[in-house]
């Protein structure tokens, strides 16, 4: 980054080198002989001077330029890509203007996709390290020695010794072999980035109304009459997604953006409000107040399709104007226009991000959240609902089939129910698969005992406790000894000078990534460490899921570079070297050492009727990408042509089999259509009662239903109970007998339901009253780091116990010291434009890298003048629990007084020091700096051990 102050002479534009006059280098380029991109500039030219230049492109005049349709690997809008490839080299890339999600857009980190095809910077080839250097090995020694060190690990000390990340980043056919993996290994101890993303999300939301996504689109937004966000920076961290929102406000759209900082996306809002952080719960409860105080609810809405509203009032009702000031620091006037505007322009989307769920209580703040558009009445309706952003290019299909240490695929129970479906599924026989687990039974933390294959494992966010925390108080076996990252960058992570303990105490530590990633350098390990290079996604095909849950097919645009491989050969070579890829891979179409990913989606079909991966088949997919051009912008329906009033991507759930045709979920929980026109209604997935209570519709049904009012999820049972059983195949009744929609193969059981018009997953009321969670109704915990001493009496944490199976949680003994007088700065973090994730792939592209070269603290000036701290220079940044950074201060005020704010994409320096030389030679990002998760603290969300990144505490004093 570069610090220029407003009389200073201005740099030389980069542009003027592309007229023909010097260029003004960074000095980190300077003699590298890389040049700028044409793509990463184009944004900054006149329209007039944006032109194709194809024959520069050309590698061979004689040879055809194939164009290859692909989706863009970085946040998780989807954007279309074309790349252009001569002679097996990716020469160039448009954007693709038939995507009805991107419209020819892209942001920067999307025009530079190409050099993530071709980047030096790559891991090339295996490598290990030897007496503390990096050395190049074959593939076959890299397996063999893995293979050997995981199965002595596993001897002296069990499956569970091993834990691994999965990614993100994965295809669905990857990432679902990782979960796949994981189970044949036989362990829980699997995890990926959703956890620290979006995991209170999918707790807080599945728990409220049956699904745990997005409930309508970006696209959607442009129906809204209101849009509210919360803890989310579209314009940095979705760009293409702000458009949609920009043009909404075009369209008479009223934007309200409540955030601690002033952002990029705060400057286009009607009404910005800034508060504390960490303090969502007061803030949405004292716009309820007023909701509630005016009579502006929807209370024919709440009377048929809510639960517990009027639990949620009572507790509303202690959150007056002045209480809620005292707390969030906001005005009760503010509040007041809030939900006037809000009430006045129905229906309106509630939009957040990590802002909202990276906290202690993030579960609290997403059914907050909830509440507030469940009393309005704004989900389940066009223009309504909860518009949450994802951030990874597939965090959202990692999630729904991925490596989640608590569920199977499609969110599966990791309990008897689900571990018979999916043995089913996958041909296997269950006993065999149990003996694969360790058979000893742990303390649950609850009194009683549990096996580690019915308890979920332990979590990405405390991989690090499994390591050095005292072994009795974990309940398995034994610490864990192994760890494999694969496609995760650790640097997203809290508690940075901890992870390097653990790093280094590891028996063994497998990287497989395209990128060495802070994995590699972080540590002072000197043996048994390994790198894995892994193809990228522009090296394989196979589909992922946008945030809105639309699947897209990519093809592959190359092959891979170098010695790397696609993520499904990796997990073939590893499985057959560990003795069990021939039942791993029974079921799929084999091809030099791997499984097509068509194949492997058809076994996702097969299996994943809980959510609807059951229509989205290879051809399904391909179709809608080849005909992008066919679909509405606003609706997402194919307009005309062979894909007639299907939608777009076929979000899930998109039930029954492929050949049933459902056309997929634009808008869920929306009775004002036929469910095989994506329509529905809230899920019944907790009972039809509670305490006597309720808990169906009343009055409420899905357009065309022939059960007009609530009712239960299907079964065989249901079926036959309602005469409509001998409308199944005799092949489907030998299937469905016994069963339920979610387990039936034969799908049968969804075909019959949907044909009377009713949804499979039943018809209920959402719960604003969630008795299964710490907090039934959201309350307001002072985070564990607070500003607010004087506030923790009345708004205490939890005590310390056992929860999520494994590991203890602290929570009152970290809040027993007030540290707000040493370290009397909020310290929060976030997304920039320029770079994705913990950044190594973004950081190692020259055209993005010369961007944002430092890494930096945003600081008031108010508070930068109390330290003596002046723009530009060079300060430390020190958090209470010992870690520091040292990297750039930026006074602005952006942030206010007493708050500061990093961002969360750099890695390759630790408290001062530049890594530099622990990266196998030519691999190092182009762009280094501290990593914020060095300087942030312990904490974590009770339903999902969600890591506290957005509120803790720090001091910045000159370095």
């Known amino acids: 980054m570069k610090l220029v102050k407003k009389n200073a002479a201005a740099p030389k534009p980069i542009m003027a080198g592309l007229l023909g006059k010097t260029v003004s280098r960074r000095a980190f380029l300077r003699g590298s002989g890389l040049a700028v991109g044409g793509a990463a500039v184009a944004g900054m030219m006149p329209g007039t001077m944006v032109k194709k230049a194809r024959a520069a492109r050309s590698i061979d005049p004689k040879a055809e330029i194939k164009q290859i349709k692909t989706v863009c690997g970085h946040c998780s809008v989807g954007c279309s890509t074309i790349a252009e490839v001569q002679n097996g080299v990716w020469i160039g890339q448009e954007p693709a203007f038939d995507s009805p999600l991107n419209l020819g857009a892209h942001c920067a980190k999307g025009a530079a996709l190409r050099n993530h095809g071709h980047s030096k910077r790559r891991v090339k080839y295996p490598m290990k390290m030897v007496g503390g250097k990096w050395e190049r090995i074959s593939w076959d020694q890299a397996i063999n020695e893995i293979g050997d060190k995981l199965l002595s690990i596993r001897e002296e000390s069990g499956p569970d010794a091993l834990w691994f990340a999965g990614s993100s980043k994965a295809s669905n056919e990857g990432s679902y072999l990782q979960r796949k993996f994981a189970a044949f290994?036989?362990?829980?101890?699997?995890?990926?980035?959703?956890?620290?993303?979006?995991?209170?999300?999918?707790?807080?939301?599945?728990?409220?109304?049956?699904?745990?996504?997005?409930?309508?689109?970006?696209?959607?937004?442009?129906?809204?009459?209101?849009?509210?966000?919360?803890?989310?920076?579209?314009?940095?961290?979705?760009?293409?997604?702000?458009?949609?929102?920009?043009?909404?406000?075009?369209?008479?759209?009223?934007?309200?953006?409540?955030?601690?900082?002033?952002?990029?996306?705060?400057?286009?809002?009607?009404?910005?409000?800034?508060?504390?952080?960490?303090?969502?719960?007061?803030?949405?409860?004292?716009?309820?107040?007023?909701?509630?105080?005016n009579r502006w609810e929807d209370t024919e809405y709440i009377r048929q399709r809510v639960y517990g509203m009027d639990k949620v009032r009572a507790e509303v009702a202690k959150w007056t104007p002045q209480e809620v000031e005292r707390v969030t620091g906001v005005s009760g006037d503010a509040l007041l226009e809030v939900a006037r505007t809000l009430a006045e322009n129905r229906p309106g989307t509630f939009v957040w991000c990590m802002g909202g769920t990276q906290h202690t209580i993030g579960s609290n703040y997403v059914r907050a959240y909830n509440c507030l558009q469940l009393a309005l009445g704004n989900i389940g309706k066009e223009g309504g609902g909860a518009n949450i952003f994802r951030g990874h290019d597939n965090v959202q299909g990692a999630t729904d089939?991925?490596?989640?240490?608590?569920?199977?695929?499609?969110?599966?129970?990791?309990?008897?129910?689900?571990?018979?479906?999916?043995?089913?599924?996958?041909?296997?026989?269950?006993?065999?698969?149990?003996?694969?687990?360790?058979?000893?039974?742990?303390?649950?933390?609850?009194?009683?005992?549990?096996?580690?294959?019915?308890?979920?494992?332990?979590?990405?966010?405390?991989?690090?406790?499994?390591?050095?925390?005292?072994?009795?108080?974990?309940?398995?076996?034994?610490?864990?000894?192994?760890?494999?990252?694969?496609?995760?960058?650790?640097?997203?992570?809290?508690?940075?000078?901890?992870?390097?303990?653990?790093?280094?105490?590891?028996?063994?530590?497998?990287?497989?990534?395209?990128?060495?990633?802070?994995?590699?350098?972080?540590?002072?390990?000197?043996?048994?460490?390994?790198?894995?290079?892994?193809?990228?996604?522009?090296?394989?095909?196979?589909?992922?899921?946008?945030?809105?849950?639309?699947?897209?097919?990519?093809?592959?645009?190359?092959e891979p570079l170098y010695e790397h491989k696609p993520d499904s050969e990796i997990a073939y070579l590893l499985a057959k070297k560990l003795g069990f890829a021939d039942e791993m891979f029974k079921n799929y179409d084999i091809q030099n050492n791997m499984p097509t990913a068509e194949s492997v989606l058809r076994e996702i079909n097969r299996g994943t009727w809980t959510i609807g991966y059951t229509g989205q088949s290879p051809e399904r997919l391909k179709e809608h990408m080849k005909n992008q051009r066919h679909f509405d912008v606003a609706t997402l329906k194919a307009q005309g042509g062979p894909l007639d009033n299907e939608t777009y991507g076929l979000p899930w759930p998109c039930y029954g089999t492929a050949e049933l045709k459902h056309p997929g979920t634009h808008v869920l929980y929306d009775p004002s259509k036929h469910i095989m026109e994506g329509g529905g209604n809230f899920r019944n997935a907790f009972g039809t009662e509670y305490q006597g209570e309720n808990?169906?519709?009343?009055?409420?049904?899905?357009?065309?239903?022939?059960?007009?009012?609530?009712?239960?999820?299907?079964?065989?049972?249901?079926?036959?109970?309602?005469?409509?059983?001998?409308?199944?195949?005799?092949?489907e009744k030998a299937e469905a007998d016994g069963r339920s929609w979610t387990t039936d193969l034969s799908g049968g059981i969804q075909r019959v339901a949907m044909k009377h018009g009713c949804h499979p997953f039943g018809n209920a009321k959402a719960r604003a009253h969630v008795w299964n969670f710490p907090d039934p109704i959201p309350v307001h915990r002072e985070p564990l780091y607070t500003p607010r001493y004087d506030?923790?009496?009345?708004?205490?944490?939890?005590?310390?116990r056992k929860v999520f199976y494994r590991l203890p949680t602290r929570w009152k003994s970290v809040q027993a010291k007030d540290y707000s007088k040493e370290f009397p700065l909020v310290h929060t973090s976030g997304r920039l434009v320029e770079y994705e994730g913990g950044g190594e792939e973004t950081r190692s592209n020259p055209w993005l890298a010369e961007l944002k070269q430092d890494m930096f603290v945003?600081?008031?000036?108010?508070?930068?003048?109390?330290?003596?701290?002046?723009?530009?220079?060079?300060?430390?940044?020190?958090?209470?629990?010992?870690?520091?950074?040292?990297?750039?201060?930026?006074?602005?005020?952006?942030?206010?007084?007493?708050?500061?704010?990093?961002?969360?994409?750099?890695?390759?320096?630790?408290?001062?020091?530049?890594?530099?030389?622990?990266?196998?030679?030519?691999?190092?990002?182009?762009?280094?700096?501290?990593?914020?998760?060095?300087?942030?603290?312990?904490?974590?969300?009770?339903?999902?051990?969600?890591?506290?990144?957005?509120?803790?505490?720090?001091r910045v004093v000159p370095a």
């Open 185 to 293: 290994w036989g362990s829980n101890n699997c995890d990926h980035q959703a956890r620290i993303c979006h995991s209170t999300t999918v707790a807080g939301v599945a728990n409220t109304w049956g699904y745990g996504a997005m409930t309508n689109s970006y696209n959607d937004m442009l129906n809204a009459k209101s849009i509210i966000m919360c803890g989310s920076n579209a314009a940095e961290a979705h760009p293409v997604a702000m458009q949609l929102i920009l043009r909404a406000k075009e369209q008479g759209t009223k934007l309200i953006v409540m955030d601690p900082r002033f952002t990029r996306t705060a400057a286009h809002s009607d009404i910005y409000v800034r508060f504390r952080s960490g303090t969502d719960v007061p803030l949405i409860w004292g716009i309820l107040w007023h909701v509630f105080e």
């Open 401 to 558: 089939v991925g490596p989640n240490p608590d569920n199977l695929p499609g969110y599966y129970p990791i309990n008897n129910v689900g571990w018979t479906h999916w043995s089913r599924v996958w041909g296997v026989d269950l006993d065999w698969l149990q003996n694969r687990f360790d058979q000893t039974e742990y303390d649950d933390g609850k009194g009683g005992t549990m096996k580690p294959m019915n308890t979920g494992g332990i979590t990405v966010s405390r991989w690090i406790d499994g390591v050095l925390e005292d072994k009795a108080n974990i309940s398995q076996r034994d610490n864990i000894r192994a760890a494999m990252f694969w496609g995760h960058a650790p640097n997203s992570q809290t508690r940075g000078p901890e992870m390097k303990r653990a790093f280094e105490k590891l028996d063994l530590l497998v990287v497989i990534d395209p990128y060495p990633t802070v994995s590699a350098v972080l540590h002072d390990r000197k043996e048994n460490t390994y790198l894995l290079p892994a193809a990228t996604q522009f090296e394989q095909a196979g589909s992922v899921t946008a945030s809105n849950r639309s699947l897209q097919w990519r093809d592959k645009v190359i």
């Open 695 to 731: 808990l169906l519709a009343e009055g409420s049904w899905s357009k065309g239903a022939e059960i007009q009012g609530g009712y239960p999820q299907f079964t065989a049972d249901i079926l036959k109970q309602l005469g409509w059983w001998d409308e199944l195949t005799p092949e």
């Open 791 to 800: 506030l923790v009496a009345d708004y205490p944490t939890y005590d310390d």
């Open 858 to 954: 945003e600081i008031n000036p108010a508070d930068a003048n109390d330290v003596n701290i002046k723009d530009g220079q060079t300060v430390w940044l020190e958090g209470p629990e010992g870690g520091r950074i040292k990297i750039k201060a930026l006074v602005t005020t952006r942030v206010g007084r007493g708050t500061v704010f990093t961002p969360f994409h750099f890695g390759g320096h630790f408290q001062g020091q530049d890594l530099l030389d622990k990266y196998p030679e030519g691999s190092a990002p182009y762009t280094r700096g501290e990593s914020t998760n060095t300087a942030t603290t312990y904490g974590y969300d009770a339903v999902t051990m969600m890591q506290e990144t957005k509120t803790t505490l720090c």
